[in-house]
């Protein structure tokens, strides 16, 4: 199981998260979508995943982590995979407690409990350093002063912003966090987006104006960028989708670097103290290890954060850190995992409830005037010996955002300009915030502006995801709709959980209507009941022996329930508007080895026909014996455990394909002894003979003779087949007597 899916794995990998711009025809979206990996998986896989999905159709979730070696239910509790109890006995461990969530029963075993908890360890050294450091706590107004030259619609808009990713994130968070490293990807990805938030490193595009024919696979294309019409690439937050040579996500790769003139400083569970001292001593050593004499630092684990400010003076190193601030809380009454991350509470003014909206909303501010006196502490004094300030501001009127960006850090003039004017993207900019929650935007290229009220709540009809923003200002029509985007140049990511919605601007570019599916892909379980018009069947029909080669494993299963159902309709009488037939897929789709998919039937249809089917690129001598070997040990299974005929059924067809070559079987159910009557041809007597025997595999006897397999596109071939499924397709209440090779009333005794 390990090398199929690490192969599996490296197939994802390399083959789709690379992304190069160019995929235009059917066959490379084929090839290059999640679905060539597996097309039983209904999203593409990420590491962790923000629900945008209702699950309340789903009773309960598994999770078989092959890494981590432990067996997850309802990402809750977990079992040691090693030691899961045998059957069905592992589920008296299961319960709940008082407010519904899983957890195990007093009486599990604790040796058979696993866990997906993260626990540090602690860096003796750096708990040494932070003594000798003589770190000290201020307040936290002394560290974020409020800038005179900051204007408030800025501060609340970004402030707006982060309230509803705390709303979007906070359930993932609560089920994630405490797994994580600050190297994991999801980690740094996360932290990243918030901390760009803050230092209002973000921008906002129109989903509608991109290329949105692969979302399904996690990322957009911006058309009409690059040589040979070669678009873009803008990835969905937290997918891995890359373009080729380039590293996935938009945060950087490492846990330390400078974002805003404030270094930054990655690590996970601060709610622990001593992680909590020994990571503002790496912090602080890290940048005076790059030569740093005075800097601002932020300690961040995504849920907390620690705002230091360094200074040195003849020598000497003054350090000022705030207490820890959450920007997440979880305890014991919100969090939905009974042992999920439970937050420390170090920040809470006199009269504010601990994790209340207004403590939050007090450290995401505190950020943001960090960054603003990081940069103010950078550019003081500074001006342009080119150009006079007047000159500055039209040039930055002109440029686009990149540009305008880029010349917020040349100088306070400068920033003034871009604090006041705060750029959405180059069609819209934020200049007021005259009351609580209303904003007013510029467009750009008019000068027109909009007044916007802020709703919370709202719903994304174009993503189908949550947006926990909307700004809207009465009657909704098409508008605008903006999703945040985070990171620079080719390493960008759009947030789509979070979107302001402009309902009475006008769209800015032209809107890209979708072209179809990712890879017109058929992925669902075949099932099929009743009957066709004859024109649609035979249609249906043709699909078999018209299969493209880069079909997936549910279109060769779609096809060949087409044809058997073709096959077995044919015998219903003319004017018979329905005939009694059901195909199902597989019981459990999840359950079958990677590539394999199965057709069956109860015995009432077709003496229980059943089908495991392969992709003919698989073909070879050992998947044939892999997937005989899969076949028999299911078969085997169904004789003893299966529906309520099998104490009076003798058999049943089997057929086992690579596309359209095929082996067909007839498994004859084991009896105590050989059958009276064993006259007839050869195959009736060679079962009479195999009925006895106890090995299933002995029991499994090939109808259409030969070493290999036969090819139904070849019309000798096909007519045989066709002929065996005629003989067992009788529609009346009777089985097909492999003994006597006749048809006997279905469920009547056995005379041997």
């Known amino acids: 199981m390990r090398a199929a899916y690490s192969k599996l794995a490296q197939q994802y990998e390399t083959q789709c998260l690379p992304v190069n711009g160019r995929k235009d025809t059917v066959t490379e979206r084929r090839a290059t979508s999640f679905l060539a990996v597996d097309d039983r998986l209904e999203f593409t896989p990420t590491q962790a995943r923000i629900s945008d999905v209702n699950f309340w159709c789903i009773e309960w979730i598994y999770t078989l982590d092959l890494d981590r070696e432990l067996f997850g239910v ?75 030259d900051v204007p408030t619609h800025r501060e609340a808009f970004l402030l707006s912003v982060f309230t509803a990713m705390n709303t979007a994130f906070k359930g993932f968070l609560d089920e994630h966090i405490i797994q994580w490293k600050a190297d994991d990807f999801c980690f740094r990805e996360v932290a990243f987006a918030l901390l760009s938030l803050a230092a209002g490193e973000v921008t906002f595009v129109n989903p509608s104006s991109l290329n949105r024919n692969y979302k399904s696979e996690g990322y957009y294309l911006i058309p009409d960028r690059g040589p040979q019409n070669e678009q873009g ?48 001593a790496q912090a602080v050593d890290t940048g005076l290890g790059q030569g740093s004499s005075s800097f601002y630092a932020m300690v961040f684990s995504v849920v907390d954060v620690i705002l230091v400010h360094v200074e040195t003076n003849d020598g000497s190193i003054e350090i000022r850190r705030s207490p820890m601030l959450n ?33 939050t909303a007090t450290s995401f501010t505190a950020m943001i005037r960090f960054f603003e006196a990081a940069l103010d502490s950078s550019i003081t004094g500074a001006r342009s010996k080119i150009f006079p300030n007047e000159v500055l501001g039209l040039i930055m009127e002109s440029s686009d955002l990149p540009t305008y960006k880029a010349l917020e850090r040349v100088s306070p003039y400068c920033k003034m300009i871009g604090n006041h004017k705060f750029r959405l993207n180059d069609d819209y900019a934020l200049i007021e915030n005259p009351f609580p929650n209303r904003f007013i935007l510029e467009e750009l290229d008019s000068g027109m502006r909009t007044v916007l009220d802020m709703d919370a709540g709202s719903v994304d009809s174009d993503s189908g995801e949550s947006s926990y923003l909307e700004l809207n200002s009465g009657e909704i029509n098409n508008g605008v709709r903006l999703n945040l985007v985070v990171g620079h140049s080719v390493r960008k990511a759009i947030i789509s959980h979070v979107s302001l919605y402009l309902p009475k601007a006008t769209p800015r570019h032209p809107t890209l209507y979708r072209k179809g599916g990712n890879a017109d892909a058929v992925s669902v379980a075949f099932h099929y009941m009743g009957r066709l018009p004859s024109h649609c069947a035979e249609e249906l029909a043709s699909m078999i022996l018209n299969m493209p080669s880069d079909i997936y494993p549910g279109g060769i299963e779609n096809a060949w329930g087409s044809y058997i159902s073709h096959l077995i309709c044919g015998a219903a009488e003319p004017d018979c508007l329905y005939f009694p037939l059901q195909i199902m897929g597989a019981q459990w789709l999840g359950l079958l080895p990677p590539g394999y998919r199965q057709l069956r039937m109860n015995h009432l249809y077709c003496n229980g026909l059943h089908m495991f089917l392969r992709h003919p690129k698989n073909e070879c001598p050992e998947e044939w014996e892999k997937t005989i070997t899969h076949a028999i040990s299911y078969l085997s299974h169904i004789e003893q455990t299966g529906d309520s005929f099998r104490h009076f059924v003798r058999g049943r067809p089997v057929i086992i394909a690579f596309g359209t070559k095929i082996k067909f079987y007839y498994y004859v159910h084991w009896c105590e002894g050989a059958p009276l009557s064993t006259t007839g041809s050869a195959y009736s007597v060679e079962i009479a003979a195999r009925c006895v025997e106890s090995e299933p595999r002995r029991r499994l006897v090939q109808l259409i003779p030969g070493e290999g397999p036969v090819d139904i596109k070849e019309p000798e071939s096909r007519e045989e087949f066709e002929n065996w499924i005629k003989i067992f397709r009788d529609p009346s209440l009777t089985e097909w007597d492999p003994f006597t090779e006749s048809q006997q009333p279905f469920g009547e005794e056995r005379e041997y």
């Open 327 to 359: 920007l997440f809380y979880f305890d014991d009454k919100n969090s939905g995992f009974v042992d999920g991350f439970r937050s420390r509470v170090a920040y809470s003014p006199q009269g504010v409830e601990a994790g209340s909206s207004k403590i």
């Open 233 to 280: 690439l803008l990835p969905r937050f937290l997918y891995e989708c890359h373009a080729p040579g380039v590293h996935p996500g938009a945060a950087p790769n490492n846990t330390a670097y400078w974002l805003g003139n404030v270094l930054v400083y990655l690590t996970a569970r601060l709610d622990l103290i001593e992680i909590e001292e020994t990571a503002i």
């Open 74 to 148: 309802d990402n809750s509790i977990y079992f040691q995979l090693s030691k899961v109890p045998h059957d069905d006995s592992w589920i008296k461990y299961l319960g709940e407690d008082k407010h519904g969530r899983r957890v195990f029963t007093k009486r599990t075993p604790k040796e058979i409990i696993g866990t997906v908890e993260w626990k540090p360890q602690v860096i003796i050294q750096s708990k040494i350093r932070f003594k000798e450091l003589d770190v000290k706590t201020v307040c936290l107004e002394s560290l974020t002063p409020p800038s005179s």
